[in-house]
């Protein structure tokens, strides 16, 4: 399996600062269409995921411009650029490229300090 | 917009099938990629598998053994059957939709609200 390791576990983030979280994985993520299938997800309090970036820095429409997604091969960054209130929960990686096993990282809780 | 409901018994036994219904609204069953997800505290977030039109499935290989997935167009739904439950298979089961622009590599564009299933005696 292709294991996706994120850090930090917990993020304490004061408000309007920036945040990042970064997911790393076991084998490179460049699929030989040329695509590399890393996504991010957030999963408020109570809520179901919800997908924000896709194939690495593509934003899903309505996600808020603060949010950004970089890296390649094996290592990839999730940033906020100032976190608001409503940025609270859990941030989870997954990569789509070693089709069939798709895999999540085991997450990563954002709170506020 | 696509909304998606799961449905299904909160509580199996050991041993017996775990069977969740997903009911779809809002886009045409014929259009997307249909996958269920689980969650659980001790394995995290977990594809299960996908189906899409034709009744076409591809499973995760650790469950693919005990998995059965179904699409019944003209109820535009779409089922999730796993057998020789445990304990270990106690999760929240999520049914989501993945365009076919994007596929389901790229992830998951709507999810439902998600179902407890229990398997305890």
């Known amino acids: 399996d292709v294991v996706m390791t994120q850090s930090p576990l917990s993020l304490p983030v004061t408000l309007g600062q920036p945040a990042s979280i970064s997911c790393r994985s076991s084998?490179?993520?460049?699929?030989?269409?040329?695509?590399?299938?890393l996504n991010w997800f957030q999963q408020r309090p109570g809520q179901s995921p919800r997908r924000l970036i896709y194939k690495v820095s593509n934003r899903d429409s309505g996600v808020p411009d603060r949010f950004s997604g970089s890296g390649s091969g094996t290592d990839f960054t999730l940033k906020i650029s100032r976190v608001e209130a409503e940025d609270v929960g859990v941030y989870y990686c997954m990569q789509g490229t070693h089709w069939p096993l798709i895999t999540f990282g085991q997450g990563t809780r954002l709170e506020i300090k | 917009q696509v909304q998606l409901q799961e449905s299904g018994p909160g509580l199996v036994k050991p041993s017996e099938t775990l069977s969740l219904t997903c009911t779809v609204s809002g886009g045409s069953i014929s259009s997307f990629y249909w996958s269920w997800i689980r969650q659980s505290a001790g394995k995290g977030l977990e594809w299960i598998g996908r189906?899409?039109?034709?009744?076409?499935?591809d499973y995760n290989p650790s469950l693919k053994s005990r998995v059965t997935m179904s699409l019944d167009t003209s109820k535009s739904q779409f089922s999730l059957k796993l057998s020789s439950v445990t304990a270990a298979d106690t999760a929240v089961y999520y049914c989501a939709s993945s365009s076919m622009v994007r596929g389901v590599r790229a992830g998951f564009d709507y999810w439902g609200q998600g179902a407890v299933v229990t398997v305890s005696s």
């Open positions: 084998q490179s993520l460049v699929h030989s269409d040329g695509n590399t299938y």
């Open positions: 189906i899409y039109s034709g009744g076409n499935t």
